[in-house]
């Protein structure tokens, strides 16, 4: 792909301001994670026995917790690349209405992410990807403002009507959808928390952390700046997208991290194409398809 000049201009790190930010939110988060274990104040004592003697199961082994917050973020990102994406953004795959639900519910109380934006901030970064109109392209805004940031720019494309009204078409769009998952989106997250600290005690809320930062940091930050920055290409798509080497990465993301793959046939279910990657997004379609719960539409 050709790049002019006043594009490449645009590549570019963080600004010292936000290098400043990201620094001290790290030293905030590793204060608060030495203070919180190692010298909590009498009342964040009193408040932990509340709650963990109001809770189901508070006394399970680390291991365990950590374990219920890996599958649960795994749900998540099956959702993500399953619904959101395969189904609703490249109409490649199509599921039973209530599969469909269960599917746009979870995301809701995971994410908070209405699936109207989600699929015209993606719809948007294929018809302009890596120009000035890409919502979220390093070779604009910088790899390390779409690692750090990516967040912050999905937002600022999601809450653009025009985008909406031009990339959201054809998503749900009933009474539930735009009211509980759109106007009250942030609910979700909240009850995932108090539906945490109530089943696994003070336990819940660093598992909250986890799963609320789980899928911005990967689709957000890691598939939208490295997938476009770093890895090897299977095949010459118009653009900079990238596979990023090494089946951890496709593990994590089911399949998503095989971004090349899919750049080159945006609308096929499948997003491994060479021998030794692995989707394991397609793998569960393939499972519910069989089952009668799903279908491929291409």
């Known amino acids: 792909m050709i790049y002019s000049d006043a594009l490449f201009a645009k590549v570019n790190d963080l600004t010292s301001f936000e290098k400043v930010r990201v620094i001290g939110v790290l030293i905030l988060l590793l204060g608060a994670v030495i203070y919180l274990g190692f010298w909590p104040s009498d009342w964040l004592q009193q408040i932990e026995f509340w709650i963990n003697s109001h809770a189901v199961w508070p006394a399970w082994p680390i291991l365990v917790y950590v ?3 890996v599958v649960d973020t795994h749900i998540t990102t099956v959702c993500v690349t399953l619904y959101l994406h395969r189904n609703q953004t490249h109409r490649s795959i199509t599921f039973q209405p209530f599969i469909a639900e269960l599917m746009q519910a979870w995301l ?8 109207k934006e989600w699929v015209a901030v993606h719809r948007k970064h294929h018809a302009f990807v890596e120009s ?8 604009v805004y910088g790899i390390w403002r779409v690692l750090f940031y990516g967040t ?11 985008t909406l009204e031009r990339f959201g078409t054809g998503t749900p769009s009933h009474w539930v959808a735009r009211v509980i998952y759109g106007r009250f989106s942030l609910l979700g997250p909240v009850l995932t928390l108090v539906s945490n600290l109530w089943l696994f005690g ?12 789980w899928i911005p940091g990967f689709a957000a ?8 920055w770093w890895g090897y290409r299977n095949f010459d798509t118009p653009d900079e997208s990238r596979n990023l080497p090494g089946r951890i990465w496709a593990l994590l993301t089911c399949g ?10 945006q609308n096929s279910p499948r997003f491994a194409r060479k021998p030794g990657e692995i989707d394991l997004g397609y793998i569960y379609f393939c499972k519910l398809e069989n089952l009668g719960l ?5």
Do not use: C
């Not at 930050?221 to 476009?228: D, E, P, R």
């Open 67 to 69: 374990f219920i917050a």
């Open 108 to 115: 809701w109380v995971r994410t908070a992410m209405p699936t």
């Open 132 to 139: 000035e109109d890409d919502p979220h392209t390093p070779w």
């Open 152 to 162: 912050k720019l999905y937002h600022r494309a999601a809450h653009d009507q025009a």
């Open 202 to 213: 003070v336990s819940g809320f660093p598992m909250w952390l986890f799963e609320m930062v």
């Open 221 to 228: 930050g890691v598939i939208n700046g490295l997938g476009h």
């Open 256 to 265: 998503e991290a095989l971004h090349n793959n899919h750049h080159d046939k």
């Open 294 to 298: 799903a279908q491929r539409e291409r």
